[in-house]
């Protein structure tokens, strides 16, 4: 009897033992240490939420000592100081991921600020701002981490725009950098996928986020404070005042694109998420104006058969 009782114990103590280390097995199994750079706010910090939530481990990017401590604060984030535009901080990071010894399967670049205004009155300073950090800044980070990637053969995800495809008056200097990493995007794709790494891009439209009021700062609030005249722009800017796109929705649909960005066997290249009908419309009706345009009044046009065709091979490409 006593030897009965002892063998019901001891198989419920083990069960109650060995099924945490199991579960911590599983999860440890399938957990991806993953880098998201600008990971204090917007849709940083909701891909950090969700990724971390999720299992796996984050290298949460920022700048700020306030955005470290509470980025520290959630189960399976590790808070790293990297502000994209200084080489010394990237090195340290990568020197950081390597130490850790969990390689490093994913990078988000999501890091993102936005100059706006007509291009002929856009600073020489404000110009260099908006490409080092949206332009440079995942340039630099990828080369900085690309060895681990490729070692852990794993994903690089860029947060790129609508305003990689549209380019309207006033959003230039942005739309620049956001096309930028679309071409940056298909060659590193291409250059990549021999190495079993995966590279692709996430195309939001407008989510709510720190974006507009971190622009009104910089093209209204600090020049205003330094004694510089404004543009017509900025002045028209700062009557409207500073936008802190509450009117938009949470970027959650953006994070669940980043999701399959990273983890779909069979993800895609480009991953166009916008809120509305007319966004899209926007988005997708400049593509097809810009195809029409490269393709009219030239010796080798296709005729329009001709374009229905190539759409139609497009949309269903034959794979091998
Ligand atoms: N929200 C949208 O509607 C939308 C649409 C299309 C694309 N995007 C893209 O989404 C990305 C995230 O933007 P968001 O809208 O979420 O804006 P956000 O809330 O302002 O977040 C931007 C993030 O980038 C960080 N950052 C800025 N400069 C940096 C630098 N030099 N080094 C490292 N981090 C830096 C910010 O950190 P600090 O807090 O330290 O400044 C912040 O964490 C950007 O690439 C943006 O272009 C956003």
């Avoid at 939420?49 to 306030?66: C, M, N």
């Avoid at 340290?92 to 600020?113: K, Q």
């Avoid at 990549?192 to 692709?200: A, H, K, L």
């Amino acid at each position: 009897m006593k030897s009965l009782k002892w063998l019901v114990l001891s198989i419920i103590s083990a069960v109650l033992v060995v099924a945490p280390v199991a579960m911590a097995a599983d999860v440890q199994e399938d957990q991806k240490a993953i880098l998201v750079t600008g990971a204090s706010s917007g849709i940083g910090l909701k891909v950090t939420q969700d990724l971390a939530a999720a299992g796996h481990f984050v290298y949460a990017g920022a700048r700020k000592e306030k955005d470290l401590k509470a980025l520290n604060e959630i189960p399976n984030v590790q808070s790293i100081r990297l502000d994209v535009t200084v080489q010394s901080e990237i090195d340290a990071a990568v020197a950081i991921v390597t130490a850790e010894g969990r390689g490093l399967y994913g990078l988000v670049n999501n890091a993102g600020v936005a100059i706006v205004g007509p291009m002929m009155d856009v600073s020489d300073d404000d110009f260099h701002f908006q490409m080092n950090v949206n332009v440079y800044g995942p340039f630099r980070v990828t080369k900085a981490f690309a060895p681990l990637i490729v070692a852990s053969q794993g994903r690089i995800t860029t947060i790129g725009s609508i305003a990689g495809t549209v380019s309207p008056a006033g959003l230039g200097p942005y739309c620049m950098s956001k096309h930028a990493m679309e071409a940056f995007t298909d060659a590193l794709a291409a250059e990549m996928e021999p190495q079993g790494v995966v590279v692709n891009i996430v195309e939001p439209g407008n989510y709510k986020s720190k974006i507009s009021a971190s622009a009104f700062n910089r093209m209204v609030t600090e020049k205003v404070a330094a004694g510089v005249e404004l543009t017509e722009a900025q002045k028209a800017m700062q009557d409207r005042g500073s936008n802190d796109r509450s009117q938009f929705k949470d970027p959650d649909e953006v994070s669940d694109a980043v999701m399959l960005a990273l983890f779909d066997e069979n993800s895609k290249l480009r991953y166009m998420v916008v809120p509305n009908q007319g966004e899209a419309a926007f988005t997708i009706g400049k593509a097809v104006q810009e195809l029409v345009q490269l393709n009219e009044d030239q010796p080798y046009s296709y005729d329009r058969e001709g374009l229905i065709k190539l759409l139609d091979e497009a949309m269903n490409p034959v794979t091998e």
